[in-house]
């Protein structure tokens, strides 16, 4: 048996040790919003928070979390405790960030762990830390402006005009050519 608070709320898991995360999650749990992408750490559409850090879901074994703090996509809430309200996800609502929205769980766990660490990123940090979230859809130019929004509407300012929907379209994520790949 093994323990784990998952989105605050303490779970037993009686497992193989070994069972990925990601798939304790899915079948065990009922907790559909971590997506299976690649199977093998690469995509990120795994990405669920290790005690508020991002990590890979599909390449962690279950035995590897016990006694941990586990947060999910159906977890990220804001800092009132609203479930699905967090800055970072009505910053996606807002810029209208997903298409078919597969990634996106993994893209908004990702960017709500650094906007953890680092409050007020630069383009440089964002570009660096999503760099391992691929998503097939390429709305990276949306995904950059809504965690720039996020994160100045989580420190309680006001977004500036460079954050709103109508400029999001000249900001440049990802882009291969520049990133040396």
Known sequence: MIKITLNNKPVELD???QMPLLYALRDELKLTGTKFGCGAGQCGACTVHLNGTAIRSCITPVSAIAEQAITTIEGLADSKGR??????????????????????????????ALLKVTP????????EHMQGNICRCGTYKRIKAAI??????????????????????????????????
Not at 94 to 103: A, L, M, R, S, T
Request: glycine share 8%; proline share 5%.
């Open 15 to 17: 497992v193989d040790p």
């Open 83 to 112: 479930l699905g309200e967090s800055s970072v996800q009505v910053a996606w609502r807002e810029f209208k960030v997903p298409q078919c929205g597969y990634c996106q769980s993994g893209q908004m766990m990702s960017a709500a």
């Open 120 to 127: 007020q990123p630069t383009d440089e940090q964002i570009i």
């Open 148 to 181: 720039k929004s996020a994160a100045a509407h989580s420190s309680g300012s006001d977004l500036s005009a460079s954050h709103s929907p109508v400029s999001k379209n000249g900001v440049e994520i990802f882009d291969a050519s520049k990133q040396g790949a």
